[in-house]
Structures are given as C-alpha cells and as structure tokens.
C-alpha cells in the first residue's frame, strides 16, 4: 500500500480520524498580489492545460507556476515527485506529487508543511485520501526531526480547482469551498496565509 492507495474511507479508518467537512477554512483570508510574469504565464497556460485535460499538462502548465510564484514571494522551498517513505508497515509510502517547506533550502527535505496533491481524473475527491495520508505523514516525518508542528495543510488540486485540508490532532478539517484558477490572487493569498503563519510561530 502506498498514498496513492488512500481513499477518504481507508484514510479515516486506517487511523481513526475525525473527518469534518462542512469548516469555512480560508474564505475570510484577503488575496495577495501576483506578479506579471504569473498573470501572464495563467492567461496563456490555463486554456491550453484545460483544452489537454490530462494530469501532466496541468501539472507542468499551472501548478508548478503556482508554486513558483510562492517560492519567490515568500522564500520557501518545494519537492515534486520526491520518494516520501515514512512509514511503510502503515502505507505511509510512495511518491508525493508536491510537498512544501517553510525552509528555503532545496537540496534536502526540512521541515515540510504541506502536502499538495494532483486530483485523479479531475475529480477532487479523488485525492482527499492520499493528501491526508501524506500530512499524516509529515506530521511523522517533523515529529521524528524533532520540529514542533503541529497543524499540518494540504490542497488537492485538478489545476483549475483547489481544496484546502487542515490536519490538527486526530481531526481532518476539508474546506467546504473550492477555489478557482480564475482567481489566483486567492489561491495564492492562502498559501500565503498558511506559510506566513507557520514561519511567524515556529
């Protein structure tokens, strides 16, 4: 078994989780600025991932960029298909799709926050269970490396829609709102929010 293996049910079973869906997680955080370059790089990138429709071409054409833009706003680190093997007796297991670090250092893994997961066939809820199981995971992961993190955060993402997940104790918060590719000021306003917050209390 590994992460992608997860389901929303296996997850909540395999480790007793609480799983609330119905949270108002981000609606109330303001959306930030995005430079030019991203603006421009989703006005010409966004119809052609659409048009293409497969998981790489959203992948390569709009969620990397996404991630870049928060790599330069805010000076954080992150990994894309890194092995993520925590724990495999458990499932904890696997390649992770996207992971981010409050740390800037990009030749190793350090402190990692969150998890960012592709949706499978364009569907969000496809991907609940393996983002959970990979927060799970980096909870581990930063217990084992000794850094006190508590609230671990994931997104799902099909490129065009985004689902925020809060991992806090035995509970797995998922937003009830989805956001939108249309919108990236908001998308990268709680990224924003999310790393801000970390690096001001850890």
């Known amino acids: ?47 052609l991932a659409l048009a293409i429709s497969t998981e790489k071409a959203c992948s390569e054409l709009i969620i990397i960029n996404i991630l870049l ?15 993520f093997t925590v724990d495999k007796e458990k499932g904890l297991n696997g390649f992770c799709d996207f992971i981010i670090s409050k740390s800037p250092e990009q030749l190793f893994l350090d402190s990692p926050i969150l998890a960012v997961v592709e949706a499978k ?7 609940l269970g393996q983002c959970i199981a990979e927060m799970i995971a980096t909870r581990i992961y930063n217990e084992r490396e000794k850094n006190s993190i508590s609230c671990i955060y994931g997104a799902v993402t ?18 009830i709102e989805d956001y ?16 801000t917050n970390y690096k001001a209390n850890n």
């Open 121 to 127: 066939n364009e569907k969000i809820v496809s991907g």
């Open 158 to 175: 099909t490129g065009h829609a985004w689902k925020f997940l809060k991992l806090e104790e035995d509970t797995a918060y998922i937003d």
């Open 1 to 47: 078994m590994s992460y992608s293996d997860f389901t929303l049910k296996k997850v909540k079973n395999k480790f007793d989780l609480n799983i609330v869906e119905n949270e108002d997680l981000f609606s109330i955080v303001k959306e930030v600025e995005i430079s030019d370059f991203l603006s421009i790089t989703l006005k010409q990138n966004v119809p």
């Open 69 to 83: 833009e928060i790599k330069k706003q805010l000076n954080i680190s992150f990994f894309s298909g890194i092995d």
């Open 180 to 195: 939108y590719i249309k919108n990236p000021q908001k998308i990268i306003g709680i990224f924003n929010h999310i790393i």
